[in-house]
């Protein structure tokens, strides 16, 4: 057979989860990770990341709104998908994906932006013109009050959301740490660290891609990077990393030693299939590299120039490494037989419905929906019919 | 009260909430298969539509309810516990108007070799032979009768 | 909160509506087969395969199983030595076309082991998807609602065995039914049917005088991956330690 190397059950030599499912838990932990570092803020009390909230709110968004996307590409009937919202199967984790991400798209990520923005909405839905205003309009949810009290109760409120938020983000992305970790029927991923892994790995995944973010839409902009705040951000990015690091080698570390009946197959497979993506990428490229960057940046006392050049690499390198940690997962779990017997081949197609042009189209399109929240909501102050709009 | 008036847009949002919470209660009425739930978490009209699917390989009983002649040959043999379809095929069309399908008699230069060409990986006990050396490339049906195949049994033509 | 009238009379109504058709989603009645007479599972006896492939045949033929996915398979093993966790084994198109000939005494021994579903009382498969489409039915059999799948292919993830795959043109999951169709008309299933040798054999568990149910309570039968703790119904007679 094409593709195969020893033997494999007759009905495991093609793969059932493409790189769209690899996508999709990348797309989340984005979210998730764009979260707290937006919850650093509003929680925790780190003034010095407040530039970056508002845009790590819509980060979230336009990413969280894409991320079914490749779920529904991929189903094989996905107009049943509301079958998960009518009979959804409580012994299931992936069950729990139609509630938590309803949950956390509308409990959470829409109510805090509309607290957050509501003053500005409804003096744009006052002050625009055009067709846009009805959107403001209909956002405003036909109440005008911004009086004091008012906004005084939506911060109040607005701070026991990004409270509930944090663990909501965790259970977004967690679960699908758990969607994997419980197969017991697959010993590359029947593990209880998981869930735990796929959440800090989400974490740094979403700070990075933030603060990334920040730096090149505020070039764009022709203003002025506030160095405080991307020092702060890339300081909390070293450190998630570094227990995301210590997590993944725990992992690591514990499959050498205890070598049980899936080890050597497992092994094999990373030193010769996974070899590139698992070695090269994910943990040299993906992880060593970065941390290197960031741990200079940490300790030595560089001019502003460098740490920006060196916190775009790492933040890079940190995304391409979390994406490759997703591929390994996905890709490398099917890679190997079950029976311990033998190994096949991932063939990603380029324009299948789940080839590696959707995937492309899929990544980027977060960053359009992104542009367009930007101009609905814009995060920074703009000067609009000689007044300036928005706030903070 | 002027905390109800502060709040009012809050109070929106979560009517919008509970509306679409109702909209929902009310489509999965509808939506929701009326045999769900019966036996466990599953559609439980699955089990009959399973049950209909039709039946391909009428099984031995079928077959000798009419042909008891051959079973009476192949009761007394080697082939007594292999069934007819097993050979055969499938013919559930046969046993239901055997007019409307003639049953093909299979090919015994081909049929008989599946099972029964020698290899190390077969069972020792299993009668098996090496097709070339045992006739030369005569067919099998030359000197076994399938039903029964022991040669003194009638086999020898 | 105070409701005013006027909020009171559009609310009720809308609630009443809303429960009736909550209600609606009642089961009907059950249809006549007696599941709960029955808990069936197979036996497979190993020194008995000669690897034929007439059960891979007749089943893809019942059951209209695909080109390239199977319901049911065979594989031949190879130990050639005391090492059991390094055997040789092959499955050409699941053994449908049985196997090569072997003609060299070579050491070690070979045999042929029969794959299926192995209906799992605490099925892994049933445990992990999403939406109810996949089940054990009362009777004991792992069956697939093919009208109400998603086809997220989760199930096939959890299977330990390798024994589902998404149907390429109904783009559902599929696998071994136990033959569902047969053997609530009391039939045998299409592989036990057509095995020449008897080295298949159903077997209901909840029958007294089933000899094969006897069989298993005389003589020593092993399931594939005990440790997985699946409750497979699948016995083995005769399996090597090598099997995976």
Redesign the interface.
């Known amino acids: 057979m094409n593709g195969v190397e020893g033997f494999m059950y007759p009905n495991e030599v093609g793969l059932q989860w493409s790189v769209l499912i690899v996508l999709y838990p990348f797309i989340t932990g984005l979210v998730a990770g764009a979260f707290i570092l937006a919850s650093l803020e509003r929680v925790f009390r780190v003034e010095a990341v407040k530039p970056t909230y508002r845009l790590a709110l819509l980060t979230a968004l336009s990413f969280l709104l894409v991320a079914p996307l490749p779920l529904q590409l991929h189903l094989g009937h996905p107009e049943r998908s509301p079958e998960m919202y009518f009979t959804p199967h409580s012994t299931s984790a992936m069950a729990m994906f139609g509630y938590v991400y309803l949950w956390y798209l509308m409990a959470v990520l829409v109510l805090e932006i509309w607290l957050d923005y509501r003053r500005d909405i409804v003096l744009l839905s006052q002050t625009t013109k055009g067709p846009v205003r009805w959107i403001y309009r209909l956002m405003t949810l036909g109440s005008s009050n911004i009086s004091e009290r008012s906004l005084h109760i939506d911060e109040r409120v607005g701070w026991v959301v990004t409270l509930i938020g944090i663990p909501s983000a965790f259970l977004l992305h967690g679960y699908v740490g758990f969607i994997f970790g419980s197969i017991k029927a697959n010993p590359w991923w029947s593990s209880p660290l998981m869930p735990v892994v796929f959440i800090f790995s989400a974490m740094v995944s979403g700070v990075a891609g933030v603060m990334l973010l920040y730096m090149a839409i505020t070039k764009i902009r022709k203003q002025l990077i506030d160095m405080h705040c991307v020092d702060t951000i890339a300081m909390y990015l070293f450190y998630i990393f570094i227990i995301d690091f210590s997590l993944e080698m725990l992992d690591l570390i514990h499959r050498v030693y205890e070598a049980d009946e899936s080890f050597r197959s497992l092994n094999f497979m990373v030193h010769t299939k996974l070899y590139f993506s698992h070695i090269v990428v994910q943990i040299f490229l993906g992880t060593v590299t970065p941390l290197i960057l960031l741990f200079v940046t940490q300790v030595v006392k560089l001019p502003e120039i460098v740490r920006k050049r060196m916190y775009v690499t790492a933040g890079c390198l940190a995304l391409v490494g979390i994406f490759a940690m997703r591929w390994n997962v996905v890709i490398g779990g099917q890679l190997f037989s079950k029976s311990f017997l033998g190994y096949t081949t991932y063939k990603m197609d380029l324009v299948t419905r789940e080839g590696s042009l959707v995937a492309v189209a899929l990544s980027l399109l977060p960053l359009l929906f992104l542009w367009a929240l930007v101009k609905l909501l814009p995060p920074w102050p703009t000067e609009r019919n000689g007044q300036a709009v928005t706030g903070d | 009260m ?1 905390v ?7 109070f ?2 979560a009517g ?2 509970v509306l679409a919470f ?1 909209l ?34 009428a ?2 009983q079928a077959c000798e309810n009419c042909h008891t002649d051959v079973l009476d040959v192949k009761k007394a043999g080697k ?1 007594a ?3 007819c ?2 050979c055969h ?2 013919l559930s069309k046969h046993a239901e108007d055997p007019a409307s399908v003639t049953p093909v008699k299979p090919d015994t230069a081909v049929l008989c070799a ?2 029964h ?7 020792k006990g ?1 009668p098996q032979v090496n097709p070339e050396e045992h006739s030369s490339g005569v067919a099998c049906g030359t000197c076994h009768k399938p039903h029964n195949p022991a040669i003194d049994a009638g086999g020898a033509k | 909160m105070n409701l005013s009238r006027r909020q009171m009379l559009i609310l009720l109504p809308a609630a009443a509506v809303a429960w009736k058709s909550v209600l609606a989603g009642t089961p009907e009645e059950a249809p006549n087969y007696k599941m709960s007479e029955h808990w069936w599972g197979m036996l497979i006896d190993i020194p008995k395969c000669i690897g034929c492939g007439n059960c891979v045949r007749a089943c893809a033929a019942e059951n209209d199983v695909p080109e390239g996915y199977f319901r049911t398979w065979v594989e031949r093993y190879h130990v050639s030595d005391e090492d059991m966790t390094n055997p040789q084994v092959i499955s050409p198109d699941g053994g449908k076309q049985g196997f090569p000939v072997v003609e060299k005494e070579d050491a070690g021994k070979y045999f042929f082991v029969p794959k299926m579903c192995n209906q799992c009382a605490d099925s892994p498969c049933t445990q992990v998807c999403p939406v109810g489409a996949t089940f054990v039915s009362p009777d004991g059999v792992v069956l697939v609602d093919q009208s109400y799948c998603l086809g997220c292919a989760y199930c096939v993830q959890a299977c330990p065995y390798g024994c589902r795959y998404i149907h390429p043109e109904k783009k559902v999951a599929d696998k071994c039914t136990l033959c569902y169709h047969r053997i609530t008309k009391g039939l045998t299933t299409a592989c036990c049917e057509s095995c020449p040798t008897g080295a298949r054999q159903l077997v209901d568990l909840k029958d007294p005088k089933d000899p094969i149910h006897e069989f298993l309570k005389t003589h020593s039968v092993q399931v594939l991956k005990p440790q997985m703790a699946t409750g497979a119904k699948a016995f083995y007679n005769g399996l090597d330690g090598s099997v995976r």
């Open positions: 002027s109800f008036r502060d709040a009012g847009h809050l929106r949002f919008l909430f109702l929902f209660l009310v489509i999965r009425g509808y939506v929701v298969p009326r045999s769900f739930g019966q036996y466990g978490h599953y559609r439980g009209n699955a089990i009959g539509d399973i049950a209909a699917h039709p039946v391909k390989f099984g031995h082939h516990l292999v069934n379809e097993a095929g499938p599946r099972c060409t020698a290899s190390v990986a077969k069972p299993f």
